[in-house]
């Protein structure tokens, strides 16, 4: 499993009963996690005085408890030199996947020891933490995103770690329509980072399935790498993926065309209290030689 053990401004601080108990900066947030099917060891004051709890609704969503009275719309945490907003949302989500620092802390290395110019595709790019480590490592960023609202999210992210004026392109739009336009315009990328959905519909009704569309979206992607690339990452939270699954598809996309290396696995974070860690996900990662 690969940790993101490297926070100070976050923890899970303990888990149970389907719950996760979390820092965030000078925060602390109970949210709901299928994966935590083990009981509460001890159910002690900081179970108790969390700023925030986010309680699911059996008819499907949920809502916020607010404890605190004092807890900010959203507040700033860091992650070594990146800053980045946190907001509880109506989704139980904050804006930020801590796990990914993991990988944040690859990328970066990857960029700053390429000794290149490297331009990197982020797609499916949320709130970009990825747009953000990889800008701040030197590369040239596209960030590509449905969501007019997480595009900003991500602008404002970049402004919070200094990288206002870092060689970042925002993009509002269909991912796969985007990918396909930059086909047609003959525009390569040395770095692709993917986080495709389990589901989803596009503004036509086009529906994606990712057990049915990712090889074929994956193979698209390729067409758009430069003649040396330096690293395509798939990251995954559908439930029952096995990292098995991306190898495979990693092996017939990436290793047959550029050859290189693939590591594929679970991605987590460290429990405080336990001991343990808590799996986020799964995640592919294909690097070359």
Known sequence: MYIADQWTDFEVIDTGEGD????????????????????????????????????????????????????????????????????????????LFPEQAANWSWMMDKIRLANRPIRVLNLFAYSGGATVACAAAGAEVCHVDASKGMVQWAKENAQLSGLEDAPIRYITDDVFKFVQREQRRGRT??????????????PKGETWKLEENLFPFLQSCTSILSDNPLFLLINSYTTGLSPTVLEHLLTMSMQKKYGGEINCGEIGLPITKSGLALPCGILGRWESN
């Open 20 to 95: 996760k108990l979390e820092r965030w900066g000078n925060y602390v947030l109970r949210r709901p996690d299928p994966q935590i099917i083990w009981p509460i060891q001890e159910l002690d004051e900081q179970w108790r005085k969390a700023d925030a709890h986010y309680h699911r609704s059996n008819s499907g969503g949920g809502e916020w408890q607010i404890k605190n009275p004092k807890l900010p719309e959203r507040w700033t945490i860091s992650y070594k030199e990146l800053r980045f907003h946190i907001k509880p949302t109506s989704f139980k989500h904050t804006g």
């Open 189 to 202: 990328y040395d770095a692709i980072i993917m986080d495709p959905p389990s589901y989803g519909r596009g």
